[in-house]
């Protein structure tokens, strides 16, 4: 099977018609992900026992005539801070590495009874701190495209085993960027829906104001799939919306004429690499050969919004965080001669250096004498970049930008440049920030084979208008090639 027909459609349409059994298709996934993850290490736990028994049961379920499940058989992998119960959720620290939930996340919850078989859960960055996935306390995640480079963070273990063809879906998380960042330097597509479109019930939280449980796909047609099931008003989330559910894949009609798409011109010239830029110039170029009505609008406070990130999401972080002291979770410190050495020594040994670093930023801009000249700074201006996404939605329908400056970088090569790496999510956080529905889509390889993506941004709610234009880009532009490390390559068998 072709790499780009492993999608969830062709899953249902082989078990259906009996040319695989629904547990070789969740067997498959597990003997690549076993496989595959020694090179890639984008798993922290496979639960081929779990993953066989859920496929025995929904196999006699079906031989029992009970009506099919719109996702059963399909395999999906889960990002490491997202409970899953009776699977580790170590959020890629030291300090959480031996926790186990008693209980699952509600989208995981929903996924499952429509039938998806978790398969185990994917590397991240520590407690989904970065950019890069190289701050896991676990080992660095590698690009199925090119294993020197990154493959985005914090969500690359579920981007990299979608890219590598190990899953056909997977769950991310994001806070700054998180699966729309690493989507597209894996060559696939990640949805940041509205926040409250999606529970965050059983997400560790990082940023809580921020955070948003998200989806990765080979297409935008298994994403729209994925998010179908998931989506919905939670009871255990005061933070999900009572908001209706459309049909999204009804949605993916291709017809996009008359659609007006916004491009805020002054963000596409400093800091933009050559390659992406010409990428995205043809993308637009591209949606107006689709019909699509293509103009300039100004999103003025869109500049400050990486400084307006890092003091919203540092602040959140160190109170989120206050929890992890060696008490009630995971790690604790051994021989310490008191509760205050206890605590001290289970953080300091617990926690990795950027996890150390934010909570210190974030107690920083909220300690006394600089809480106003900084958090309250913070929430005024992202108050600012609502009102610019507002003005700019009064005459546009989407928005659209690359999703990152750059192509997959070197691993190892911004390690040390912590403000750099910060910039890698400067056309993805105005979305967390102003919690509005934001998409990736590949659209192109770079000059070194590399992969682009393009990304498109719309009003609060209108998921479906979101994915019908990335459909539509998609239906006439493929991404046909495939990345060097790939679950259905002989060269990696």
């Given at each position: 099977?072709?790499?780009?027909?492993?999608?969830?459609?062709?899953?249902?349409?082989?078990?259906?018609?009996?040319?695989?059994?629904?547990?070789?298709?969740?067997?498959?996934?597990?003997?690549?992900?076993?496989?595959?993850?020694?090179?890639?290490?984008?798993?922290?736990?496979?639960?081929?026992?779990?993953?066989?028994?859920?496929?025995?049961?929904?196999?006699?379920?079906?031989?029992?005539?009970?009506?099919?499940?719109?996702?059963?058989?399909?395999?999906?992998?889960?990002?490491?801070?997202?409970?899953?119960?009776?699977?580790?959720?170590?959020?890629?620290?030291?300090?959480?590495?031996?926790?186990?939930?008693?209980?699952?996340?509600?989208?995981?919850?929903?996924?499952?009874?429509?039938?998806?078989?978790?398969?185990?859960?994917?590397?991240?960055?520590?407690?989904?701190?970065?950019?890069?996935?190289?701050?896991?306390?676990?080992?660095?995640?590698?690009?199925?495209?090119?294993?020197?480079?990154?493959?985005?963070?914090?969500?690359?273990?579920?981007?990299?085993?979608?890219?590598?063809?190990?899953?056909?879906?997977?769950?991310g998380s994001e806070t700054g960027g998180s699966v729309r960042q690493p989507a597209a330097l894996c060559g696939i597509v990640g949805l940041k829906p509205t926040y409250g479109r999606l529970s965050r019930y059983g997400l560790v939280a990082f940023a809580s104001s921020l955070d948003h449980i998200s989806i990765f796909g080979r297409n935008v047609r298994d994403v729209a799939e994925v998010l179908q099931v998931a989506a919905g008003r939670d009871p255990l989330d005061a933070t999900s919306a009572d908001v209706d559910v459309p049909d999204y894949k009804a949605a993916l009609t291709t017809d996009i004429k008359g659609v007006r798409i916004g491009v805020p011109r002054a963000l596409l010239s400093e800091g933009l690499d050559a390659d992406v830029s010409e990428r995205i110039e043809a993308a637009i170029e591209a949606y107006r050969e689709l019909g699509a009505e293509v103009i300039d609008i100004e999103l003025p406070h869109a500049k400050y919004c990486i400084a307006v990130y890092y003091v919203i999401a540092t602040a959140e972080a160190s109170s989120n965080l206050a929890r992890f002291d060696g008490v009630r979770y995971g790690f604790r410190a051994e021989e310490a001669k008191n509760l205050r050495e206890m605590y001290r020594r289970t953080r300091d040994e617990g926690f990795g250096a950027e996890v150390k670093r934010r909570i210190m930023l974030g107690t920083f801009v909220l300690s006394s004498g600089y809480y106003d000249a900084y958090y309250r700074k913070a929430q005024q201006v992202r108050t600012l970049l609502k009102i610019d996404f507002e003005h700019a939605f009064g005459v546009c329908d989407a928005i659209l930008t690359p999703t990152t400056p750059t192509p997959a970088f070197l691993i190892g090569e911004k390690v040390d440049d912590p403000l750099s790496m910060y910039l890698n999510d400067i056309y993805t956080c105005t979305a967390n920030l102003v919690g509005v529905p934001g998409i990736s889509v590949p659209c192109g390889l770079s000059k070194d084979g590399l992969p682009v993506g393009l990304q498109l941004m719309s009003r609060h709610w209108d998921e479906a208008g979101l994915l019908n234009l990335a459909h539509a880009y998609e239906s006439k532009h493929p991404l046909l090639e495939r990345p060097r490390v790939s679950a259905l390559s002989d060269s990696t068998s």
């Open positions: 099977m072709p790499l780009s027909e492993y999608n969830v459609e062709s899953i249902r349409s082989r078990i259906a018609s009996g040319e695989e059994s629904l547990r070789d298709t969740v067997n498959r996934s597990l003997d690549a992900a076993e496989r595959l993850n020694e090179k890639l290490n984008a798993f922290l736990e496979i639960d081929r026992k779990g993953a066989l028994a859920r496929a025995e049961e929904l196999s006699a379920n079906q031989q029992a005539g009970e009506s099919g499940l719109p996702l059963a058989g399909v395999p999906l992998a889960v990002k490491d801070n997202i409970c899953v119960r009776g699977l580790q959720a170590s959020c890629g620290s030291r300090i959480l590495g031996p926790y186990h939930p008693p209980y699952s996340a509600t989208v995981v919850e929903r996924l499952q009874a429509a039938g998806a078989v978790v398969v185990g859960k994917t590397n991240l960055d520590e407690f989904a701190m970065g950019s890069s996935n190289e701050n896991s306390a676990f080992g660095v995640v590698r690009n199925p495209w090119d294993t020197e480079r990154v493959p985005g963070g914090s969500s690359g273990g579920s981007a990299a085993a979608v890219a590598a063809g190990i899953v056909p879906v997977a769950l």
